[in-house]
């Protein structure tokens, strides 16, 4: 069996509220969860952490979506409109968690990486995908470089003039993002990451603006 929940919260320093999902093994054999989604209709899935997920009995994974990346209709409740789908092809339907503690901690696991080959389409490198990694903000923001990052950290480095004894304190920003697509140069010194949530909401985005545009040349 698989309890399915959802609760609305907030990252400490963000004032955007986010629900949380989280399910939890309370069978007596692993279980592993496919695809989670908001709707029937299947109308937000829900990309913040990599699936498919396999629990072992008792263990919990948990994600979150942004309020405001849930379209709501008439008089629904976001609590029960959450889905999972687990490799039997069963779904299940959460329901809201109403004895949530007022603070805690979200489990991301520690960081890790994942080296592919397949889709490099020129230069003759690999590519990685980057889980749950936490990066030096260089624009030291007080908002995340992009919707999904979280867990903004503050690093205070006390530094001193050897000559002049002029003291001074340096401020690194540093965010966490739950998936991030890296890409090398030719000579690999030097990397872009793109958050890949981010990229699946672009492909979808550009999708429907295609699929809109068909639609209005077939009229």
């Not at 959802?6 to 949380?20: I, M, P, Q, S, T």
């Not at 503690?101 to 990486?113: D, H, K, L």
């Not at 990685?128 to 995340?144: A, G, K, Q, R, T």
Request: proline share 5%.
């Amino acid at each position: 069996m698989l309890n399915l929940t959802v609760h609305k919260a907030y990252f400490l320093g963000h004032k955007d509220e986010v629900y949380f999902i989280c399910a939890t093994n309370h069978s007596d054999s692993d279980l592993e969860v496919t695809h989670l989604w908001v709707g029937d209709d299947q109308r937000v899935h829900i990309l913040t952490r990599p699936l498919p997920k396999r629990l072992r009995p008792q263990e919990t994974f948990e994600t979150f979506l942004a309020v405001q990346d849930v379209p709501l209709h008439e008089n629904e409740n976001p609590f029960s409109l959450v889905r999972a789908r687990l490799s039997t092809g069963e779904i299940v339907v959460s329901r809201e968690n109403t004895e949530v503690p007022t603070q805690g901690f979200v489990s991301f696991g520690t960081a890790t990486e994942q080296e592919c080959s397949v889709g490099c389409l020129w230069g003759e490198r690999t590519w990685n995908i980057v889980y749950n990694y936490e990066f030096d903000d260089l624009w030291e923001s007080d908002s995340p470089p992009c919707p999904h990052c979280h867990s903004r950290r503050v690093e205070t480095t006390h530094r001193v003039d050897d000559e002049t004894g002029e003291a001074w304190d340096v401020y690194d920003v540093y965010w966490t993002c739950p998936a991030i697509v890296v890409a090398y140069n030719e000579g690999g010194f030097s990397s872009t990451g793109v958050c890949l949530s981010c990229i699946l909401e672009a492909i979808t985005h550009n999708n429907a603006i295609q699929t809109i545009s068909l639609s209005k040349e077939d009229n």
